[in-house]
């Protein structure tokens, strides 16, 4: 086995502990975002504007990171939540990419170990109708050797060949019939709406102003330069000035670019993907199978996420609505069509206890297929001085937000060196994460989910025990997390919570909607909200989740 060695610069290691939780006050955030000029104005509250502004913060610039919804409410939370090299660029030949993603892959292993954890892969090897079959098997296999040397190895565990008993071991109900054996290779798995917090969490730890619910409406101009911008939060207008505006809004980036130049051509082509969810009980299998989906050239992948299974794919044009996107019925059909065909299961609609669908911002040409399109990402800086971030990948976003802020550097005409690479994020600082899975139940639980942090959870429920309950029976998620999401995570309602906090809309649909009032209970006794705006908020989460509900079993209307 493979054993790197831990090495962390002391100062920066002790930077990321906190004494004390990290209070964030939305109101206070308000009148910071509108109390005088910053360094820099990352528009966007992605995974990559959420990493853009933590480097700047830790450099030692003035940063505010506002967000129109919720951080890391469009693609950021929709992903295939892996932190991986990508085994698919190497078949595309972009063997510098696969290299950078394997040596970030590690830095966020390093950096946030409760949040990114190694997850095994499985590729079945079939007589027929497989991702590949015994023919093609060996030369894959080449591929694999590429990634392990490529910076595979970094974590901790090379591939393996598996004997037909032993891939079935992994996934019990894959058709013995057609199985000759397997592939076993790693990569890591992150709950991707929590770490894109984190890292947001993390930038304010370094004095950056973050806020959600803040809407850029209008670029500030002066002497033809972008220097600022016009923020609509909570019913008023902040004019927030800054010496550098970054564009990190994903598919959107197109518009705030265009506020910038008139003259704009649209550039961002975005990809859909689509995942749904199934109780494990249904479909046992041990961290990520892939299978083929029948007609189509994509794998996709089955990957166990505690009492449930994610299965997925990704990259098909998209065409519709930016502001919604939703799993389609004739989307969940194919998924539950690739997942029948290589398991011995008979999933039905029935079983889909919840779905997500995302879009990815490739940029290139609208020629070919979205899944021969580069995953490269795209830094530039317009005429006026706006720096825009668009493509990449969430394993690769440290990496992005450091290369933009060099950028950004440039337009400010300073100098700073970049420290995130080593800089834990929030939680992660002396974090055990094999300690903790050992333990189970609700240590591992609060652990994958908060590191260290878990202690500040620990503090709520001594000092009100009623917070150690589930917010609804049945639920793993208890009512401190709700508390604790409104007093150091700027959750602001219902959805928030429920949707990204503690991610029960995807993995327990309809158990999320029993656990809305409670929720919204929580949070009218720390917000101060009124009877009538958490029942709005209440009726707002059932609605959409009934229109989620509608699409995929009905089709659209």
């Known amino acids: 086995m493979i054993r790197l060695p831990e090495r962390r610069p002391r100062s920066e290691t002790r930077s990321a502990i906190r004494r004390t939780p990290l209070r964030l006050d939305r109101q206070a955030q308000i009148e910071r975002l509108a109390s005088g000029p910053v360094d820099v104005l990352v528009v966007g509250g992605g995974v990559t504007g959420c990493y853009t502004a933590l480097d700047a913060a830790a450099r030692g610039l003035s940063v505010a990171l506002v967000e129109r919804d919720d951080f890391a409410s469009g693609t950021s939370s929709k992903s295939s939540k892996m932190v991986h090299g ?12 696969v290299r950078r993603s394997l040596l970030e892959r590690q830095r966020f292993r390093r950096n946030a170990p409760h949040l990114v954890r190694r997850l095994p892969f499985v590729l079945p090897i079939l007589t027929q109708d497989g991702v590949f079959d015994a023919r093609v098997a060996k030369a894959f296999e080449g591929l694999l050797w590429t990634y392990d040397l490529a910076g595979g190895w970094r974590i901790g565990r090379l591939h393996q060949r598996l004997s037909a008993s032993e891939v079935l071991a992994r996934a019990p109900r894959l058709r013995a019939d057609r199985l000759r054996g397997g592939l076993l290779y790693y990569d890591s798995r992150a709950d991707d709406a929590r770490l894109t917090l984190t890292i947001a969490r993390t930038a304010a730890h370094f004095g950056a102003t973050v806020l959600n619910g803040a809407a850029c409406r209008e670029l500030v101009k002066e002497g033809g330069r972008v220097r600022g911008a016009h923020v609509e939060v909570d019913g008023r207008t902040v004019e927030v000035r800054a010496g550098v505006v970054v564009n990190a809004t994903g598919v959107w980036s197109d518009t705030l670019d265009a506020y910038s ?21 249904r479909l ?32 098909t044009d998209y065409d519709g609505s930016l502001d919604e996107v939703l799993c389609t019925r004739e989307e969940m059909r194919y998924l539950l069509d690739g997942a029948n065909t290589a398991f011995d299961a008979d999933l039905t609609p029935d079983d889909v206890v919840g779905s997500m669908a995302g879009l990815r911002p490739l940029v290139g040409s609208k020629e070919g297929a979205t899944l021969d399109m580069s995953r490269d990402h795209r830094i530039s800086t317009d005429a006026n001085g706006l720096v825009t971030v668009t493509g990449g990948k969430l394993t690769t976003s440290r990496h992005m937000g450091e290369l933009v802020i060099d950028k950004a550097l440039q337009v400010l005409g300073r100098q700073a060196r970049c420290r995130t690479a080593r800089l834990p994020l929030l939680g992660g600082a002396g974090y055990d994460a094999e300690a903790t899975t050992a333990t189970g139940g609700l240590g591992a639980h609060l652990g994958e989910r908060y590191g260290t942090e878990t202690r500040f959870l620990a503090d709520l429920i001594a000092e009100d025990p009623a917070l150690a309950e589930p917010v609804v029976e049945g639920s793993e998620h208890l009512r401190a997390e709700v508390v604790y999401a409104a007093r150091c995570e700027l959750a602001r309602n219902v959805d928030d919570v429920l949707s990204r906090r503690t991610r029960m809309r995807l993995f327990a649909r309809d158990l999320s909607v029993k656990a809305a009032p409670e929720v919204g209970r929580l949070l009218q006794r720390e917000l101060g909200l009124s009877d009538d705006e958490v029942a709005r908020q209440v009726e707002d989460y059932v609605r959409g989740v009934d229109r989620e509900k509608s699409v995929l079993m009905e089709g659209l209307s």
């Open 261 to 281: 130049d008139a003259g704009h051509r649209p550039r961002v082509r975005p990809a859909k993907g689509v995942h749904i969810v199934v109780p494990w009980t």
């Open 86 to 97: 990508g085994l698919r660029y190497i078949e595309q030949g972009n063997l510098p990419l």
């Open 284 to 315: 046992p299998v041990d961290g990520t199978v892939t299978v083929p989906v029948p007609g189509r050239a994509r794998r996709a992948t089955c990957t166990r996420w505690g009492d449930v299974v994610v299965i997925g794919t990704t990259d």
